[in-house]
Nanobody
Framework: QVQLVESGGGLVQAGGSLRLSCTAS????????MGWYRQAPGKQRELVAT???????NYADSVKGRFTISRDNTKNTVYLQMSSLRPEDTAVYYC?????????WGQGTQVTVSS
């Protein structure tokens, strides 16, 4: 079991930027494929970006070229740098780590992009 704590969400105007952080309670971010997901009101949770232990990244088509996932192993933290934000990026953003039998989710952080 591992605890994940997200931070960095907030209200931003369209075209702006935010950086989300996900800090794990123990040293896992360099050992597992870490993921960022989001869930907008009335919609299913969707994958935003992943980062493998080997450093390979993967992005949803809707965020390619605008979002960047990265990590700091010394801080047990995964980041999601979001730029050129759009109103359709408004959602609760969750961090995920495939640790244990069911994986672990953070509590989520709200991102709201105004037009």
């Amino acid at each position: 079991q591992v605890q994940l704590v997200e931070s960095g969400g907030g209200l931003v105007q369209a075209g702006g930027s935010l950086r989300l952080s996900c800090t794990a309670s123990r040293s896992i971010v360099r050992r597992y494929t870490m993921g960022w997901y989001r869930q907008a009101p009335g919609k299913q949770r969707e994958l935003v970006a992943t980062l493998t232990s080997g450093g390979t990244t993967n992005y949803a088509d809707s965020v390619k070229g605008r979002f960047t996932i990265s990590r700091d192993n010394t801080k047990n933290t995964v980041y999601l740098q979001m730029s050129s934000l759009r109103p359709e990026d408004t959602a609760v953003y969750y961090c995920y780590a495939p640790v244990g039998t069911q994986g672990n989710w953070g509590q989520g952080t709200q991102v709201t992009v105004s037009s």
